[in-house]
């Protein structure tokens, strides 16, 4: 019944997309569709949801499609200030990242991994997970573009799976 109604009202606003399926759970609400939908076809799923699923519309959120984790490194980050002779932390990064225009549309997945590069550099590696839709979009508008923290260039690119901290082949720790 609710997958009739939705594809009634998604016709009526002339959208090719159609809803197959329908799951109503605890968590959430998931609707299976057939094409990536347009803003217009989420805002009508959304005003049907209020409308006939829920007994209380401020506790539906924004719909969302379906997201996909992505991997980014950030270099060119000095680990160490000697000024200051301190480390960069996480919360340091997470200022960065909340106030550079680059990470605007950014959602963390988890935070911030602060690698040092090795140990004779100054260097240090931050790895990001982040969530975005499955097409990559906002990851793809930040690959391999750059910013400045203080007097140093940072560059973002894109990485495989997070590799944690690394280990060392000689004694293995």
């Given at each position: 019944?609710?997958?009739?109604?939705?594809?009634?009202?998604?016709?009526?606003?002339?959208?090719?997309?159609?809803?197959?399926?329908?799951?109503i759970?605890?968590?959430?609400?998931?609707?299976?569709?057939?094409?990536?939908?347009s803003?217009?076809?989420?805002?009508?799923?959304?005003?049907?949801?209020?409308?006939?699923?829920?007994?209380?519309?401020k506790?539906?959120?924004?719909?969302?499609?379906?997201?996909?984790?992505?991997?980014?490194?950030?270099?060119?980050?000095?680990?160490?200030?000697?000024?200051?002779?301190?480390?960069?932390?996480?919360?340091?990064?997470?200022?960065?990242?909340?106030?550079n225009?680059?990470?605007?549309?950014?959602?963390?997945a988890?935070?911030?991994?602060?690698i040092?590069?090795?140990?004779?550099?100054?260097?240090?590696?931050?790895?990001?997970?982040?969530?975005?839709?499955?097409?990559?979009?906002?990851t793809?508008?930040?690959?391999?573009?750059?910013?400045?923290?203080?007097?140093?260039?940072?560059t973002?690119?894109?990485?495989?799976?997070?590799?944690?901290?690394?280990?060392?082949?000689?004694?293995?720790?």
């Amino acid at each position: 019944m609710h997958v009739t109604n939705i594809n009634c009202a998604l016709k009526a606003i002339k959208s090719n997309m159609i809803a197959d399926f329908i799951c109503i759970e605890d968590k959430g609400i998931i609707i299976i569709i057939n094409y990536i939908s347009s803003s217009s076809d989420l805002q009508e799923i959304e005003k049907y949801v209020k409308n006939s699923l829920s007994s209380d519309a401020k506790q539906v959120l924004l719909p969302r499609l379906l997201q996909s984790k992505f991997y980014l490194k950030i270099v060119g980050i000095l680990y160490i200030n000697k000024k200051t002779n301190s480390c960069i932390s996480l919360d340091n990064m997470k200022n960065i990242l909340k106030n550079n225009h680059l990470f605007n549309n950014i959602i963390l997945a988890s935070k911030p991994q602060v690698i040092k590069l090795s140990p004779k550099s100054n260097m240090a590696i931050i790895w990001i997970d982040i969530w975005d839709t499955q097409s990559g979009s906002n990851t793809k508008k930040v690959i391999n573009r750059w910013f400045n923290i203080r007097s140093f260039i940072a560059t973002v690119r894109g990485a495989n799976i997070n590799p944690g901290i690394s280990q060392c082949k000689n004694c293995w720790k």
